[in-house]
Nanobody, 116 residues
Framework: QVQFVESGGGLVPPGGSLRLSCVAS??????MGWYRQAPGKQRELVAS???????WLHASVEGRFTVSRDYATKSAYLQMSSLNPDDTAVYYC????????????WGQGTQVTVSP
C-alpha cells in the first residue's frame, strides 16, 4: 500500500511562487507525478519525475514549474513560479509514467489559489 501526503499550498497573488511537497509512504514509486484538478475540470498531470534526467512538464507549466524528488525520504517537490489564476487547483501527487496513477490511493491534495 501507498499513502501520499501533500502540503505547501496556499493563496498567492499572480506572479507569486509556491513550493509543494509530497511524502509517499509504503512501496517505492518509480515515477512520481504531480496532478491538479481545477473546479469543474478533470484532474490532469502537470509534472512527473523518474530521475533528475527524466522529467516531464505539461506545456502550460514549462519554464515556470520544476519538479524534483528525494529518494531517501520518498518525497517529491513541485516548485511553482510566475503563478497565474489558471494554476488555481487542488494539487495531488501520485504515481505517473506508463502505469498511471494509483487510483485508490489519492491523498487529500493541497489547495493552490492564485488571486490578487
Amino acid at each position: 500500500q501507498v499513502q501520499f501526503v501533500e502540503s505547501g499550498g496556499g493563496l498567492v497573488p499572480p506572479g507569486g511562487s509556491l513550493r509543494l511537497s509530497c511524502v509517499a509512504s509504503g512501496d517505492s514509486i518509480a515515477t512520481m507525478g504531480w496532478y491538479r484538478q481545477a473546479p469543474g475540470k478533470q484532474r490532469e498531470l502537470v509534472a512527473s519525475i523518474a530521475t533528475p534526467n527524466n522529467v516531464w512538464l505539461h506545456a502550460s507549466v514549462e519554464g515556470r514549474f520544476t519538479v524534483s524528488r528525494d529518494y531517501a525520504t520518498k518525497s517529491a517537490y513541485l516548485q511553482m513560479s510566475s503563478l497565474n489564476p489558471d494554476d488555481t487547483a487542488v494539487y495531488y501527487c501520485n504515481r505517473a509514467g506508463s502505469l498511471g496513477p494509483l487510483r485508490d490511493y489519492w491523498g487529500q491534495g493541497t489547495q493552490v489559489t492564485v488571486s490578487p
